[in-house]
């Protein structure tokens, strides 16, 4: 709720401040901003579940990127050099989980000297050049390209159709399973909150953006479905399987969840693995924003995936957190970026701005859970 609150007036502050900000081409750049840091969030609220942290998981995204790239400048087709991109990160997640969890060396010193080896590790992918342009049409379309008109409709209804779906299915599941259900109105209201935002998300981004008439931009970008398949696929991990149950048992009382059973190991080497994965994604759409790639590309991305995770209301000491308050957290963060660069504020105090944001969250985490803890007492 404080970082939902915080979005608001973060957008209603900037609107007034700067004539542009509410524009329908800077609404829509917003979400083209947001996207490679709220996947890269995902990733690391797995992380924080479990009261772990992956600092690597930036240059994770960066090797990725310089792989797609190298892939693409080879003449390997484009969903191949995805598909290599992806599989680093599906690599280096297994080999993070691996040493955590077997060795038992804690995350922040493994992904620490992982942060600090594979910027040596991107270095020797890109070469002497030190940056490769995009040329793929494929992979630029997913930041710089649109669905139409028509298509935008099309995904708002299917979105809506599986929103009620899931949530009717949901309490069915529950009632089967003899398990108390919330009000039939909770879901009613969710399901109009859900409609009414989508509604007024997909009409202003079917607005014309473009001010050469000759060039028309319309349309939702194709990095919004990307992000909100993603985005439904792992809130389905967490909060409809096993696997999910697990990394919040483990997050909340490690060894209470090893004697009940719980392979501890195994949901670690998993976490960090699906961790890895979204960050080797974050780099692909990042690539595909930018429209190049260097050897520096990543390194300071995961401050910012664990500040968007943080300031969405994901807690820093385990057992707490979903997928949705990384999206919020995202969008505050870009927010921020946006509305300051639109007002010609200099990085410094976007990164002042950020910090203090970013220590504000961590604060009300801590004193909620001193708060509980005494509770508890």
């Keep these: 709720l404080p970082a939902m609150i915080g979005l608001i007036v ?22 083209n901003q947001a996207a490679a840091l ?39 087709h484009w969903a191949l050099a995805i598909a290599i991109a992806v599989a680093s990160g599906v690599v280096i997640g297994y080999f993070i989980g691996i040493i955590v969890s077997k060795v038992g060396i804690p995350s922040f010193v493994v992904t ?7 910027q040596g590790l991107q270095l020797l992918i890109i070469g002497s050049g030190g940056l490769y342009r995009i040329e793929s049409s494929e992979i630029l379309a997913i930041q710089n390209s649109n ?17 009620t779906y899931s949530g009717f299915a949901a309490r ?32 202003a981004l079917n607005l014309e953006r473009s001010s050469n ?27 409809r399987t096993k696997f999910g149950r697990y990394v919040y048992a483990l997050g909340g009382n490690p060894e209470a969840a090893r004697r009940a059973g719980i392979q501890v190991n195994n949901v670690k080497i998993a976490v960090f693995t699906i961790c890895s994965t979204l960050a080797a994604i974050s780099g692909i759409i990042s690539a595909s924003r ?14 910012s995936g664990i500040a968007a995770a943080v300031v969405g209301g994901v807690s820093l000491f385990g057992g707490k957190g979903r997928l949705s308050q990384a999206v919020i957290g995202g969008f505050v963060i870009a927010i921020i970026d946006n509305g300051l660069g639109l007002m010609g504020f200099n990085a410094g105090i976007n990164l002042l701005i950020t910090g203090g944001v970013l220590l504000l969250a961590a604060s009300a985490d801590a004193i909620s859970r001193k708060r509980g803890n005494v509770v508890v007492r």
């Design 147 to 163: 669905l139409s008109i028509m298509q935008g409709w099309i995904f708002y209804l299917v979105s809506m159709l599986l929103l």
């Design 10 to 31: 973060l957008a209603i502050l900037f609107s007034i401040m700067s004539p542009v900000f509410l524009t329908s081409l800077n609404f829509a750049n917003l979400f």
């Design 213 to 239: 008439k000759a060039f028309p931009i319309h349309g939702v970008p194709i990095v919004v479905p990307v992000v909100l398949a993603l985005w439904v696929f792992c809130t389905f991990i967490l909060d």
């Design 112 to 118: 620490l000297a992982c942060f600090l080896a594979f």
């Design 172 to 203: 069915r599941r529950r009632s089967r399973n003899g398990q108390p259900n919330r009000p039939i109105t909770f879901l009613y209201v969710k399901i109009a909150v859900a409609g009414v935002l989508g509604l007024i998300i997909v009409a």
């Design 38 to 76: 709220i996947v890269m969030a995902m990733g690391l609220v797995f992380v924080l579940i479990l009261a772990e942290i992956d600092l690597s998981a930036g240059v994770t995204a960066g090797v990725s990127a310089a792989l797609l790239v190298i892939g693409l400048n080879a003449q390997w």
């Design 290 to 303: 930018i429209g190049s790639v260097d050897a520096s590309m990543g390194r300071t991305m995961v401050l």
